[in-house]
């Protein structure tokens, strides 16, 4: 059994304690076959959070420094948990060390910048993946499994959204996300990526698109501290930041299959704690799929009877092998930790196997020039071709 051993870089965030959890648990759910992981360096530039990392992983040394990460010979797999901006300057030093890379997405602040990433990767023959752990929940295998068996014929129409209110509040303090230095794409780069991952894996490469950025509220209150999720109350002596990156989007896409699609997505839906959806239509049939009822495809089909037709529900449960290892029954939600700990457990056997999974850095590349022509579209109000 080979053991992979990872540097978690960005430890103390959401996503740094959320991969570690993953390297941790998911032997003891999809068995240890295929490789197992040992969490070695937490990279965490604030010595406050060292405390509360040794509970969580005792075993690990703690760091403050990435390139110390990089430089160690007895790490095999950088895990990059980092702010967007960094992400590029990161991912390059550990692929030129000859390091598996593991990112979070958005996998660079520019399609340029992805290209060069992955053709590296190619170069040093060195496993990579990107972090889009949505289309990993083994509801979205059984789309995929349907549409490659053209159960629902071509593909014609695309329609999808992502909407969360963090920001649907005027008064809801800055924060990193909302810095055009460190996240140059904004909501287009955090959410719209989500997005973009499944039209990758469910349809296929986009053409062409043009795209509508906009900003809501342009500037807010500056709360030092406060960490995603968390509130504060105002006391009106706040200094006040402007927001540099977009709030939302909306785009029309036309897919290399032919495929026209409509999607928006946005941090500013008040009321929408979480929304993502997706339908897709075809010749003689169509899916339908929302995150409220996370394990659950909607299929219509056309060979059903006339008179009889009409969308039926379908719970993935334990005839899907990756559903089962973590319970027996349908209907029993698999969530997000759920798809990071299946996300890092895949990570691990394309390492101990030499065998990459969707999504590499090779796929990060596509969407990473989808995010850019959003940006280009809306600054200069047209369509753009993508290459």
């Not at 991912?91 to 000859?98: D, I, P, S, T, Y």
């Not at 979205?140 to 593909?155: F, N, R, S």
């Not at 939600?333 to 390492?351: D, H, R």
């Amino acid at each position: 059994m080979q053991k992979v051993r990872a540097a978690v870089l960005g430890a103390s965030g959401w996503m740094g304690k959320v991969h570690t959890m993953a390297y941790q648990t998911f032997p003891h759910f999809l068995g240890s076959e295929n490789g197992t992981a040992e969490v070695k360096i937490l990279v965490e530039a604030n010595p406050d959070a060292a405390a509360d990392l040794a509970q969580r992983a005792p075993e690990a040394r703690i760091v403050q420094d990435w390139k110390e990460a990089i430089a160690d010979p007895e790490i095999d797999l950088i895990d990059i948990c980092l702010p967007d901006s960094l992400h590029y300057e990161v991912a390059k030093a550990a692929l030129l060390a000859g390091k598996h890379v593991y990112c979070e997405k958005p996998l660079a602040d520019t399609a340029a910048e992805a290209r060069e990433l992955a053709d590296i990767a190619k170069e040093k023959g060195v496993i990579t993946r990107v972090g889009h752990a949505f289309p990993r929940n083994p509801v979205h295998d059984l789309a995929k499994e349907i549409i490659d068996a053209g159960e629902i014929g071509e593909i014609k129409l695309f329609k999808a959204c992502q909407h969360i209110d963090m920001y649907g509040d005027p008064l809801t303090p800055y924060m990193w996300r909302a810095n055009g230095e460190l996240a140059p794409t904004g909501i287009i780069g955090d959410t719209g990526s989500h997005v973009f991952s499944f039209m990758e894996f469910l349809v296929g490469p986009v053409a062409k698109l043009v795209a509508d950025n906009f900003i809501v509220t342009p500037k807010r209150p500056v709360v030092d501290g406060l960490a995603y999720g968390e509130t504060a109350e105002l006391t009106g002596d706040e200094d006040w930041a402007d927001i540099t990156n977009p709030d939302g989007t909306n785009l029309m896409v036309q897919f290399a299959n032919g495929a026209r699609g409509l999607v928006d997505f946005s941090r500013v839906a008040t009321g929408r704690k979480f929304m993502q959806t997706y339908e897709i239509y075809g010749t003689k049939g169509s899916l339908a799929y929302t995150y409220d009822e996370v394990n659950r495809l909607r299929f219509y089909s056309n060979d059903d009877k006339i008179g009889r037709r009409g969308y039926r529900e379908i719970d993935v449960g334990p005839e899907n092998e990756t559903f089962r290892a973590f319970l027996p029954l349908p209907n029993f939600a698999l969530g997000y930790n759920e798809s990071k700990i299946i996300e890092a457990a895949e990570v691990v056997k394309s390492i101990v196997t030499n065998t990459p999974a969707w999504p590499t850095f090779e796929n990060g590349h596509h969407i990473c020039q989808i995010v850019d022509a959003c940006m280009t579209s809306s600054d200069t109000q047209s369509w753009v071709d993508i290459a």
